[in-house]
């Protein structure tokens, strides 16, 4: 099955855009890319999802270039709020995802 | 829309007792989930569901472990003898038919049943 790499823990400050890269080599031709933030005590929540090019919610916006071998996610000046672990997934295995902590 | 709702929230047992963690998926989803999440091995699938009958439980660790679907709207995760290694949160996430394969569509978790088994 596909496995997904992210880096394991990224920090920011209150105001700042962040993006954080997932790397997906072997990616099927029919699969997603579907990024979820977990908080502590509860489970991961649908952040957002694409296929390619660009998608845009009112959370965050997903960045997947033609080979779709990686994916993007950008949160757009982060709060202390968004605070929490962020997951790429494309099967239906998630992976390690990439702790983001956000300073005032 | 109630979410997916899991039971009980928090679970503590001796080891060799049996536990059943329960779980009531979104109405009208087709699909189901049990994930075990711990430190070391971060979010680990261990079976799923597809109109009730289980499609993947190649996650499952071991014939301690047994999941059912009995019907649409509930399930059971349940282990038999339990032991301290089990410890860990429980979830179970729910969805519907996805575009393109199965598990294109969003996950809708619970909130977990944190396990000790001490």
């Known amino acids: 099955l596909a496995k997904t790499t992210q880096p394991i823990s990224m920090d920011s400050y209150e105001g700042q855009e962040v993006n954080i890269t997932c790397s997906h080599n072997?990616?099927?031709?029919?699969?997603?890319i579907t990024w979820y933030q977990q908080f502590p005590s509860q489970g991961p929540r649908f952040i957002i999802q694409?296929?390619?090019t660009k998608v845009t919610n009112e959370v965050a916006s997903l960045f997947i270039p033609a080979d779709r071998k990686s994916s993007t996610l950008s949160l757009p000046r982060v709060s202390l709020s968004d605070t929490a672990v962020y997951y790429c997934?494309?099967?239906?295995?998630f992976g390690a995802g990439t702790r983001l902590t956000v300073k005032p | 829309d109630a979410g997916v709702i899991q039971s009980p929230r928090h679970e503590v047992t001796e080891m060799g007792q049996e536990v059943t963690l329960r779980c009531k998926p979104i109405?009208?989803?087709?699909?189901l989930f049990w994930y075990r999440q711990t430190m070391m091995r971060g979010l680990e699938l261990l079976i799923y569901?597809?109109?009730?009958?289980?499609?993947?439980d190649s996650g499952m660790p071991e014939d301690r472990f047994s999941a059912k679907m009995p019907n649409a709207s509930f399930s059971t995760l349940k282990i038999q003898p339990s032991e301290p290694r089990d410890s860990a949160v429980y979830f179970c996430?729910?969805?519907?038919?996805?575009?393109?394969?199965?598990?294109?569509?969003?996950?809708?978790f619970g909130n977990g049943t944190r396990l000790t088994v001490t």
């Open positions: 996430a729910s969805s519907r038919t996805g575009q393109g394969s199965s598990y294109n569509s969003p996950l809708h």
């Open positions: 072997n990616i099927a031709t029919n699969d997603y």
């Open positions: 694409g296929y390619k």
């Open positions: 997934r494309n099967d239906m295995r």
């Open positions: 109405s009208g989803h087709d699909y």
């Open positions: 569901f597809n109109n009730n009958v289980p499609i993947d």
